[in-house]
């Protein structure tokens, strides 16, 4: 019946529709994105919370789409872990971090640059070489942030990359900690340096005595481990001085710096040292 495609197409609004169109097109901008150097990283910095030092920045990505202006990372990284863009992506962004740190060292700047990988990507025999041959080449100081949960899909391949990984002197952190489900099982399974405590588990910090108390039992789990911990998305000062008190080691978040380009983030590290 002729009608029956046309009744089964209305099934889907517009917005559908629409937002379909666009992932579509936002794939295929993205292969050129690299090449046309519309992304670029932007860091954070870290702050010991013991004796107020930065001495690590996360990096994370930028696409200034030329039409599109700003497009988040929440909405193209899942579209790079889809078309596989992901792997390119990743290896570019270690390489212009490692680049970043020559340049911050040469103006007195020595800070551990951490890098968000997607789990999956642990699961990639030819991505684990290229960045064990890069972190080897040169002496970075890198820290891996793993997110996602697929690792758990291939728990030997992931143990063995992160033993790899740790093998030649990168760190390993399990980002979002506390985000998803599977916290738990990531904690048994990875051999990480760093716990990174999500956001979720820390804006109601100040308000929730319940929330600071699976803080603190984490935080001591982490320890017991041998790990270190990092609150991230950390807005105002008195989550701050929760987190001091409950011994968290590191703290991240607007309340000490926004994401910032390289230039100005050396100097938001010359003030810092200053002060
Ligand atoms: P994430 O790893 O959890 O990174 C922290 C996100 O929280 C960043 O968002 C950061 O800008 C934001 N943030 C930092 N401090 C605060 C705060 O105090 N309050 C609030 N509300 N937000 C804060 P961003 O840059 O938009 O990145 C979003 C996510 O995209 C990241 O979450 C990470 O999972 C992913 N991502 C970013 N860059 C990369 C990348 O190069 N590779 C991969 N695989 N993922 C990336
Ligand atoms: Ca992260
Ligand atoms: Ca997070
Ligand atoms: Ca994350």
Known sequence: RAGGAVDRVCVYDEATFASADNNLALMTEMIDALGRNEISLHYQPKMQTADGQVT????????????????????FIPIAEQTGQIRALTEWSILRAIQDQIRLRASGHDVTIALNISGRLLADDAFKDKVIQFASAVDADLCLEITETAVID??????????????????????????????????????????????SLVTELADSQRDRLIMKSTIDLAHSLGMSVVAEGVETE??????????????????????????????????????
């Open 154 to 199: 291939n728990p030997d391949k992931a143990r063995s990359a992160i033993a790899a990984f740790r093998a030649v002197g990168l760190k390993i952190s399990i980002d979002d900690y506390g985000s998803g489900l599977s916290s738990l099982a990531y904690l048994k399974l990875l051999n990480a340096d760093e716990l990174k405590i999500d956001r």
């Open 238 to 275: 008195a989550i701050v001085a929760c987190l001091s008190l409950l011994g968290c080691d590191v703290i991240q978040g607007y309340w000490l710096s926004r994401p910032l380009p390289l230039v100005a983030l050396a100097t938001f590290l010359d003030e810092h040292a200053a002060t």
């Open 56 to 75: 690590s920045v996360e990096a994370l990505c930028r696409w200034h789409h030329p039409i599109r202006g700003f497009v988040p990372p929440d909405l």
